[in-house]
């Protein structure tokens, strides 16, 4: 199996995507592109980081910092250029029983853990697994994701300071009603409208910033009393600072550090494995996604990589770790970033709101971030996948609504992986009806049979099934030129068959099958035609032959 090592990941890290083209340096209007766009998202980012702090139920810098870490350095070594990480509800749903059972330091220890594992995976070139999911999950996965951002936007027409801690994140809270309600909704209708309006006069500023801008500017002029963003916490803080959370006394917000001990590590485990796999699969299936809305390429290994680093960094720094994120990978694209630049302007910007320009973000009103939400799920959605549904066939269909729905009620990785099986299945199911044979007989008189479709565990009982054994003649030629044999299931229904036709007194020739074939089955006791027209290929795993009998391991 490949593996990467440190030194070959630096040494095939592309700094070249600091330009816009190959060949084409960072021009002034490139930067200011970039520049712009990293600013649209770290203004998106401030409300999403502190929601999702809320929902896994630690202090609103948890998540600013994780977003400001993580956002800087997956945009610096990470696989695909104008991506952006932070903190996210994917991860945030997971951690929140951590942390009422434990406390915000175990959450730390957790997301270090996690990502030593996340970089694992990457030096073991893991993330290429993520070919394996088939495009009706990527337009569940898209679909699903589309619909939880919108959902997420809930929370925000709700009378701010409402919702209650329940012991298990932010819940409940009083439902906006009456002039508040028609003017948040109007607020978010205008910034949709800008939004939608801007790209046709000039392309001179993003369409995002100009509607935050233009609705914040006439918000804070006229005074209107709506929700902002200080409605939500203070985003004020200081620089994070280096912080160890095993030990013993008391860490950061009061709460107890984690012994360093095994009793520690049982109870961080099982949730670091969890939140790293939800974290690749989140990260690895945005990766896809702006590839193919940028037409590049990205590297899914090296992002694997990246993702680690920086949670194992961020949980070192009192942040609570975090992944791609869709929303603000789609307003980074949509706003015309694509370097590296865009993201490390987001994470620069966003630190710069936490130190110094905390008060003038928090009267940014949340209808004008709402209403830019709402347009990455407009964009983000997948509208095609409705008229395809009737036209692609049946189980596609079926996977597409699973996958979404799963992702909607569950989470991404059970949507994703519940996708992929039943995928697989449907797929195993079809190639295993496709098993069939010719037959005639020869002017020798034996009887040939010529298997067609690939051989493998789903078919081996319907290959079976296609011999006479007891009504066929003396001599029977079995001919797999038109087969495939795939796996260990497949030499064990071709051994079974043969040593019943043995049983019978009744001579088998088995033709056109690997050498790897010949030399088991030869070892097995039956006869060979070793034709000089045999393929060469490999069978996909080692054996044993043990008494006559093949195993695999």
Request: proline share 4%.
């Amino acid at each position: 199996m490949a593996r990467t090592t440190f030194r070959s990941f630096t040494k095939n890290l592309d700094v070249t995507d600091l330009r816009w083209m190959p060949g084409e340096g960072l021009s002034s209007t490139r930067l200011r592109i970039e520049l712009l766009s990293g600013l649209t998202v770290a203004l998106a980012l401030v409300p999403e980081a502190v929601a999702f702090a809320f929902v896994a139920g630690v202090h609103p810098l948890v998540g600013l910092y994780a977003a400001f870490l993580v956002g800087l350095i997956t945009a610096l070594i990470g696989g695909r250029p104008g991506m952006i990480s932070g903190a996210t509800g994917a991860l945030a749903v997971v951690m929140v029983a951590l942390v009422a059972q434990h406390g915000v330091e175990y959450l730390f220890a957790t997301v270090v853990l996690m990502g030593l594992f996340q970089i694992f995976f990457g030096l073991m070139q893991w993330g290429k697994f993520m070919r394996l999911v088939p495009h009706p999950v990527m337009l569940g996965f898209v679909n699903g994701l589309a619909i939880v951002i919108f959902l997420a936007q809930m929370s925000q027409f709700k009378v701010p300071g409402s919702m209650v801690d329940t012991g298990h994140g932010m819940s409940g809270g009083q439902w906006l009603s009456g002039q508040p309600l028609y003017l948040m909704l109007a607020l978010v209708a205008a910034t949709m409208a800008i939004i939608w309006v801007t790209p046709r006069i000039t392309k001179a500023i993003p369409a995002p910033l100009a509607g935050i801008g233009i609705v914040a500017i006439v918000v804070i002029a006229t005074g209107m009393n709506v929700p902002r963003v200080g409605d939500l916490a203070s985003i004020e803080g200081g620089f994070p600072l280096p912080h160890m959370p095993f030990g013993e006394g008391l860490g950061l917000y009061g709460t107890a550090l984690a012994p360093f001990n095994l009793e520690t590590l049982y109870i961080i485990l099982p949730y670091a494995v969890i939140l790293a796999a939800i974290g690749l699969i989140e990260s690895l299936l945005t990766l896809n996604l702006v590839s193919d809305l940028t037409n590049t390429r990205g590297g899914a290994s090296q992002e694997c990589i990246a993702q680690g680093v920086a949670n194992t960094v961020t949980g070192f720094f009192g942040g609570m770790g975090g992944c791609a994120m869709i929303g603000q990978s789609m307003i980074n694209v949509k706003s015309g970033g694509r370097t590296r630049v865009a993201g490390i302007a987001a994470a620069v910007f966003l630190l710069l709101f936490i130190l110094v320009g905390s008060s003038l973000i928090e009267q940014i009103p949340l209808a004008a971030l709402v209403g830019v939400m709402f347009m990455v799920v407009i964009g983000t959605f997948a509208w095609n996948s409705l008229t395809i549904l009737r036209k692609v066939p049946l189980m596609d269909a079926f996977v597409i609504l699973l996958v979404t729905v799963v992702t909607v009620y569950e989470d991404l990785a059970v949507a994703v992986v519940v996708g992929v099986i039943v995928s697989a299945l449907a797929y195993a199911w079809n190639n295993a009806r496709r098993i069939h044979a010719k037959t005639y007989l020869t002017p020798e008189g034996a009887k040939v049979y010529q298997v067609q479709g690939p051989l493998f565990f789903g078919s081996s009982e319907g290959f079976a099934e296609l011999f006479d054994v007891q009504q066929d003649p003396s001599e029977v030629i079995v001919d797999f030129a038109d087969s495939r044999v795939v796996d260990q299931s497949a030499l064990q229904a071709i051994e079974t068959i043969a040593g019943k036709y043995e049983d019978a007194g009744k001579r088998v020739q088995l033709r056109h099958l690997s050498r790897d074939c010949h030399r088991l089955l030869t070892k097995a006791g039956h006869l060979m035609i070793d034709s000089d027209d045999d393929p060469e290929y490999q069978v996909a795993v080692n054996y044993q032959v043990r008494t006559g009998i093949l195993g695999g391991h």
